[in-house]
């Protein structure tokens, strides 16, 4: 026996089980005022800079903010595309495609960690759709702190301002997913197939990180080194690994990016593709510091001939990753295949 709800009653949408991709940010234009806003965000995270606030505020506030936003700005205008930044972009591409993979049960959304869309207007626009389970997804392969547990730190303050709060899951690091390797390695094969020369060897060049969070237990370094051994494994090519995106004084992770190239021309190596493991979609560092600087640098160095190969992005090999990422995740809240 049901009873009938009153006449004065809300109305409450059935509920649904939601998926919300995550990445890191991106200014809303690229022109000075909109890279400082974004910059300030960004560089005020203490999961980013583990600096104390007292100390680092000044900085930021004072030179930082005074001098590098109008530098930043000239490199997003590089990139820039008519629908705007590559990464927001990609990923609402990705976002996209993933729907219409996981079908209408389903409900697929995107947000960023830094600048617009925010973690917490989607979760409550999900929320409001009657998402009472939400998968989060941060798009990063390989764990770090200042990526995928800032954008976790993020939804969950969102659910501390929420009375009726939905499930939530969290996607795990899958740096060594036999289905992730598997996309890397198709996608690389795709892409290297199409160039006009034939790459003397491939570099997997990830984003920084002080070497201090490596110490401290952060497992990036360690992933990122397992993905590369993997690919050596995957692909007949050699493989080497650099590290990039440094800024500051600080010790970062070695070898360095632009410093790998160098000794690869000295080495013998004329010929180089450049892959971004650890970049879910392209954005500024893909495209701008790797597809434009490190070309430069590396050709000044002798090197001849120079391929960067794209990210992931929304191609079929990473719709067909994250759906089984993602049905694996949702196991018990959706009913599997």
Not at 233 to 259: C, D, I, N, Y
């Given at each position: 026996m049901t009873t009938a709800r009153p006449a004065d009653h809300p109305v409450i949408p059935s509920p649904k089980v939601g998926v919300l991709l995550i990445n890191l940010g991106t200014p809303d234009g690229p022109d000075p005022k909109s890279v400082r806003r974004y910059l300030a965000e960004f560089l005020s995270d203490r999961r980013v800079v583990e600096i104390p606030p007292l100390l680092w505020q000044p900085i930021l506030r004072g030179v930082i903010l005074t001098t590098r936003p109008k530098k930043s700005a000239h490199a997003y205008q590089q990139v820039w595309t008519e629908q705007g930044s590559p990464l927001a972009v990609h990923t609402r591409a990705t976002a996209q495609a993933v729907q219409a993979a996981m079908g209408e049960g389903i409900v697929v959304d995107w947000a960023m960690r830094y600048g617009n869309p925010g973690i917490a207007s989607r979760m409550a626009a999900m929320k409001a759709a009657g998402c009472d389970r939400i998968l989060l997804v941060p798009l990063y392969p390989q764990y770090s702190a200042a990526t995928t547990a800032t954008a976790n730190d993020a939804a969950f303050a969102a659910l501390a301002a929420m009375r009726w709060q939905p499930a939530i899951r969290t996607l795990p690091p899958y740096h060594d997913d036999p289905a992730y390797i598997a996309a890397l390695k198709a996608s690389i094969e795709r892409s290297l197939?199409?160039?006009?020369?034939?790459?003397?060897?491939?570099?997997?060049?990830?984003?920084?990180?002080?070497?201090?969070?490596?110490?401290?237990?952060?497992?990036?370094?360690?992933?990122?080194?397992?993905?590369?051994?993997?690919?050596?494994?995957?692909?007949?090519?050699?493989?080497?690994?650099?590290?990039?995106?440094?800024?500051?004084?600080?010790?970062?992770?070695?070898?360095?990016?632009?410093?790998?190239?160098?000794?690869?021309?000295?080495?013998?190596?004329?010929?180089?593709?450049?892959?971004?493991?650890?970049?879910?979609?392209?954005?500024?560092?893909?495209?701008?510091?790797?597809?434009?600087?490190?070309?430069?640098?590396?050709?000044?160095?002798?090197?001849?001939?120079?391929?960067?190969?794209?990210?992931?992005?929304?191609?079929?090999?990473?719709?067909?990753?994250?759906?089984?990422?993602l049905s694996r995740e949702l196991s018990g809240w959706i009913d599997q295949p």
């Open positions: 197939a199409a160039l006009d020369f034939t790459p003397d060897a491939l570099l997997a060049s990830f984003h920084g990180m002080p070497e201090r969070t490596l110490h401290l237990g952060d497992p990036y370094h360690c992933q990122s080194v397992k993905t590369v051994r993997l690919l050596r494994e995957a692909l007949p090519l050699p493989v080497h690994m650099s590290f990039q995106s440094r800024f500051g004084r600080a010790k970062w992770l070695e070898p360095e990016t632009e410093a790998t190239l160098a000794g690869l021309v000295r080495n013998g190596v004329r010929n180089i593709a450049v892959v971004t493991p650890g970049f879910a979609a392209d954005c500024l560092e893909t495209l701008e510091e790797i597809a434009l600087r490190a070309r430069e640098a590396f050709l000044r160095e002798g090197g001849e001939k120079f391929a960067y190969l794209p990210c992931l992005n929304a191609s079929g090999e990473a719709i067909t990753l994250y759906h089984r990422l």
